[in-house]
């Protein structure tokens, strides 16, 4: 495996300058402000990303305005004690995108938030060394958060983060770390040591070891 700089080094590399490599970029949040984010807006966040897989980004940010007014701006309280009644109008609401088992998983997924108790200082409190082990909680806990729409999810809210995209699994493979796409706990273990490594070795954070990794593969 190598050393988080040779990496960096390729990234720059292929981008053009390491200025290139950390342009535009939104470093996470701090414990505080994570620990701020009221419960509604992690739903949303989740609701938003469950709702893109399998469309076109274009048809969610359409909808989107339309979808926060049917689900009432996704307050917890409410969507976790949906009605049989109001599950219904959703699935024939032009307003959402009409999918039954989206719309449960956003129910079962308020249900987990409302559960956790202080939902945004769960997160900013989980240890940052163990991000596999929030994915494989939120899998166990929630609905269709697994794969990446938790963890794309949770890095728009500002949560440090890796992202097991195609690039960065790809760097993964060459690395050694890993010889396919990570699905078994094992594997994902082993991705949370290289990130570890790397994070000690730059001082840097997840998120960015993250887009170092992805930015080290042509695409």
Do not use: C
């Not at 399998?54 to 979808?67: D, E, F, M, R, S």
């Not at 088992?101 to 129910?107: L, M, S």
């Amino acid at each position: 495996m190598r050393h988080f700089d040779e990496i960096l080094a390729i990234s720059a590399g292929r981008r053009g300058s390491e200025a290139a490599v950390w342009e535009g970029m939104d470093l996470p949040k701090s414990r505080d402000e994570i620990a701020a984010i009221p419960g509604e807006q992690f739903l949303a966040a989740f609701a938003e990303g469950i709702f893109q897989t399998g469309l076109a980004w274009t048809v969610v940010q359409n909808k989107w305005p339309g979808i926060m007014e049917a689900f009432d701006g996704f307050d917890v309280g409410r969507v976790a004690f949906m009605s049989p009644d109001w599950f219904d109008e959703l699935v024939s609401d032009t307003r959402v995108i009409r999918s039954g088992a989206k719309i449960r998983a956003n129910q079962e997924n308020a249900a987990m938030i409302q559960e956790a108790g202080d939902f945004g200082a769960f997160i900013a409190d989980w240890p940052k060394d163990d991000f596999a082990g929030l994915m494989l909680w939120m899998k166990k806990n929630g609905s269709r958060l697994g794969g990446s729409v938790g963890a794309y999810a949770l890095r728009r809210l500002g949560v440090d983060s890796f992202i097991l995209s195609r690039d960065v699994v790809a760097r993964l493979i060459a690395e050694g770390v890993i010889e396919k796409a990570p699905t078994s706990q094992k594997a994902m273990a082993q991705v949370q040591a290289a990130f570890n490594t790397w994070v000690e070795q730059s001082g840097r954070s997840l998120t960015e070891v993250s887009r170092v990794l992805a930015f080290s593969i042509d695409g």
